[in-house]
């Protein structure tokens, strides 16, 4: 039934029905610990003085890399109007559109990989201990300037690690899929980084990128499909999130669960931040993944427990979407193994849906995001299948990218939604 309604490009939603009774056992038996998140947040911090010389727009908050919580009732009041359901609880969004350095989620775990990997080279080659002040790597940029990072993307990774790469000194590579957006290439372009184009899609681009480094010693490749330092750079935001919801004075609890609604790709931007999440606050924590009608690669592989051995186009679905940074159409195993067990549920929505939500959140909440970013607020309108949720839950739409979008760009997205707005 589920396979007949994604082959017909049906919204759906699947419920996870083998979830693990010991959340924190599950997590830990998949060769991640909270050790390693707290790891890659120290990372993090030490990296803050250099980020904040780079990026004056880190200078707010002190060098880290962080996005803003807000809550969105009236937006809420009013999908409740245009849905015609009731949504139990407070929706707050969590605005990684507004990340800065790059504009999306990926600034989280592109970025996070980008300076680990800076951190490794200098570590071997004795120019940096772990006590110095980073502020120290602007010195190195012509050392660092030997090597090279290469990455395949549909457009926001390539953006977020070209943009930290080049910043440091290192040759950067960005192997680019169909359906990346002009305006971003040239953005790298103006970088310095060197951009290829494919005619096909991302997983045509991941390839090509992997094979391009294979032969070559200095080039490191960042492989968004199964890489174990992407995934902890992204779950670093699970504990910051729980330190913003403090300053609201919201504890998570059994009185007070968190349903968060993220929107997936390859799955390790949403999977490492559901990771983080559940190892954070347990079972009083539900994640969702959202993708589009035309590309449900990860809902695809969990229900069938294929993972990446399933490909979208293997049901007949063409991967096409106006949620550009979701258009991926085979899910990463690393990521689906990891989660197969702790993962609630994943949905699917329109892209005419998408541009709904995009333009109601600009007229209501005065927000601007890609359509991709939109993709999690079906999940509140989905959730009416969960029964009794709790009076007192919190929800979160997970805003994932477009503070980077050109503003003529934004224009046209609105427009579009507008359209479906009726
Ligand atoms: C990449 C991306 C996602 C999803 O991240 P994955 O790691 O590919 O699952 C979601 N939204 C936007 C805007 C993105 O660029």
């Known amino acids: 039934m589920l396979l007949e309604n994604l082959k017909q490009m049906k919204e759906s939603y699947w419920l996870n029905d083998h979830l693990s009774s010991d959340v924190k056992e599950e997590l830990n038996s998949k060769g991640i610990t909270y050790e390693d998140i707290e790891d890659a947040r120290d990372r993090l911090d030490r990296f803050a003085p250099l980020l904040k010389i780079l990026f004056p727009a880190t200078l707010k908050t002190n060098g880290i890399i962080e996005s803003p919580l807000q809550c969105i ?23 990684d559109s507004h990340l800065p350095i790059s504009g999306s989620i990926k600034a989280r775990g592109g970025i996070y990989e980008v300076l680990k990997h800076a ?49 440091l000194g290192f040759k950067v590579s960005v192997h680019m899929s169909n359906d990346a957006k002009e305006w971003k290439k040239q953005m790298l372009k103006e970088h310095g980084c060197e951009v290829i184009t494919y005619e096909s899609d991302y997983g045509k681009a991941v390839e090509e990128g992997r094979k391009s480094s294979q032969n070559d010693p200095f080039c490191y490749f960042i492989d968004d499909e199964n890489s174990k330092n992407l995934f902890l750079g992204y779950s670093v935001a699970a504990k910051r999130l729980k330190g913003q919801l403090q300053t609201l004075d919201i504890i998570i609890g059994d009185e007070r669960p968190l349903y968060v609604y993220l929107p997936c790709g390859v799955g390790g931007g949403p999977g490492g931040i559901s990771y983080g999440l559940k190892s954070e606050f347990g079972k009083n924590v539900k994640c969702f993944f959202a993708e589009p009608t035309h590309s449900p690669c990860m809902m695809l592989g969990l229900y069938t427990k294929k993972h990446d051995l399933i490909s979208v186009n293997d049901i007949g679905l063409d991967n096409k ?19 197969e067990n702790v993962i609630d549920g994943c949905f699917s929505v329109s892209d005419e849906n998408m541009y709904k939500y995009l333009t109601l959140m600009h007229k209501i909440e005065n927000i601007d995001l890609e359509p991709s970013a939109l993709a999690g607020v079906k999940g509140l309108v989905f959730n009416k299948e969960l029964n009794n949720i709790h009076p007192n839950a919190i929800h979160l739409i997970w805003a994932t990218g477009g503070n980077m979008v050109p503003p003529k760009e934004m224009q046209k997205f609105i427009q579009e939604g507008e359209k479906y707005l009726g």
Do not use: H, P, W
């Not at 300037?145 to 790469?165: E, H, R």
């Not at 979701?326 to 690393?334: D, E, I, N, T, Y």
């Open 73 to 95: 009732n009236t937006f809420k009041e009013k999908l409740e109007i245009l849905e015609g359901v009731k949504i139990n609880g407070d929706v707050f969004i969590k605005l």
């Open 119 to 167: 951190e490794d080279l200098l570590f071997q080659n004795k120019l940096l201990k772990i006590e110095d002040d980073y502020s120290k790597i602007l010195t190195f940029k012509e050392f660092l300037s030997q090597y090279k990072i290469a990455v395949g993307s549909t457009g926001n990774l390539g953006l977020s690690i070209g943009i930290m790469s080049a910043k």
């Open 321 to 339: 979407t106006a949620a550009d940074g979701l258009a991926v159409g085979r899910a990463s195993k690393l990521v689906g193994k990891i989660l």
